[in-house]
Structures are given as C-alpha cells and as structure tokens.
C-alpha cells in the first residue's frame, strides 16, 4: 500500500481508503447507470458480438463522469480530476482538457 500511496501522492491511509472506495462503488455503480441506456436503446445481447462493445461505449463515459462525481461527494474531487485527466491524457484526449493561458 504505500507504493500506491507514493504513485497517487497522497499520505495517510484513510485517504487511500476513501480513493480505493469511490472506485469500487464507481465501477458497481456505472454497470447500474448503464443497464437502463442499453435498454433505452433496445441494445441486448441477442444483437451478438455487437453488444460488448456498444455496452463499453456506454459504460466508459458513465464511469468517468461517475467517478469525479463520487470523487467530489467523499472530499477527493482534486485527487480524481487529476486522475481523470491523466487518463484520458493516455487515450489520447488530451485536448479535452486544454488549459487556455492567454
């Protein structure tokens, strides 16, 4: 654990507790949001080999907009925004979080 506190920066284990909560009751969480859109959409798994990835479609942008709201809710909205934009950074969106220093 304190590698993974090193990597994240941050120092007391409540604080990795609290991180290591928000992205498990993320992950539970955007299945559950994601469950009704496919329905919504008429998307289930008669439709073959095209459901997973429909179902990936819908369930990653639930998982992150889920996981800075949760963020926010348990008082770690910097630590995952900061995690958010790197990850996204990685995927090469970058450029959704372009600061403007004019």
């Known amino acids: 654990m304190e590698n993974l506190k090193k ?10 507790i ?7 009751i993320t ?3 955007s299945l559950f949001v994601g469950r009704p859109i496919l329905e919504y959409f008429n998307i289930s ?36 925004w900061n995690f958010e934009k790197r990850m996204l950074s990685h995927m090469g969106l970058k450029f959704l979080f372009k600061e403007n220093n004019g």
């Open 27 to 29: 992950g539970s969480s």
């Open 45 to 80: 798994k008669e439709m073959g080999w095209l459901y997973w990835p429909l179902r990936l479609l819908v369930i990653f942008p639930a998982y992150q907009v889920l996981l800075v709201l949760y963020g926010w809710l348990f008082g770690q909205f910097k630590f995952f």
């Open 18 to 24: 609290i991180i290591l909560i928000v992205f498990s």
């Open 7 to 16: 990597r994240w920066g941050i120092d007391s284990n409540f604080q990795l």
